[in-house]
């Protein structure tokens, strides 16, 4: 029985590789008949690209955040000042968050990326954001236990249908193997559009707004936490966040986003 079954078993064993490899052909030459016809596009002008991302004219203009700058804010330097030297922005107003790190300055196609993303409903932006996002905040990642978007009211979700830094975790969590949490902090009450607020307003503006539920302050005690968003401006909302973070006994808060209003350069202290 066995000698009559094994040279069935080998025909089987061909046939599936067989199959299979015509499966794999047949999804390459799919995909070949797809870039031919879609071509990819850049993610900021919508002009042709070969490969992914986006063009050479708008990588151009994209300014990426790179030593030296500030090891508390990330605030670029003009030049070394040596190591562990703060901004003077560290040391005037130190933040509630321990460091902060940002892909991009937020210029004009940083801007087009994050208007895009929040209110275009263009979300296929957000995988290569948040692969930017990621080698930013290298050293932060190393040794993180969450990943926590900074949350939307709930009118302002239903209205925009998703969370703009949710969808930047999402794909800093697949890049990192961070864990993911969307279900920590909770914006308690609805704010103002931070746009257009001096500095004071800001911080007025998400004063206690952000909390952490009674059944999710376990998650959180003691956790080395990053917190995720598109823009640092003023850092009027990550503060806050991280203020109920640590209220929650988290051990630690950390800042990423993709992009960092960067004023005119200081020098360090």
Known sequence: ????????????????????????????????????????????????????????????????????????????????????LLSMEAIASPPAYQRARAAVRYDEVARTLVHALKYQDRTDLAPAMGGWMARAGRELLDGADMLIPVPLHWRRGWSRRYNQSGALARAIARQSGVKLRGDVLQRLRATEQQVGLSRPQRASNVQGAFGVSADRRSDVYGARVILVDDVLTSGATVDACARALLRAKAAQVDVLVFARVVDTPKAPI
Request: charge should be neutral; include cysteine.
């Open 1 to 84: 029985m066995d000698a009559e079954t094994a040279p069935q078993r080998s025909i089987s064993t061909h046939l599936k590789a067989a199959l299979g490899a015509c499966r794999a052909a047949g999804a390459h030459a799919a995909r070949l008949v797809l870039d031919i016809a879609l071509p990819t596009l850049c993610v900021a002008c919508r002009e042709p690209v070969h490969g992914e991302g986006v063009c050479a004219s708008c990588w151009a203009k994209l300014s990426f955040i790179a030593p030296p700058y500030c090891p508390r804010l990330g605030i670029p330097f003009v030049y070394d000042p040596g190591p562990e």
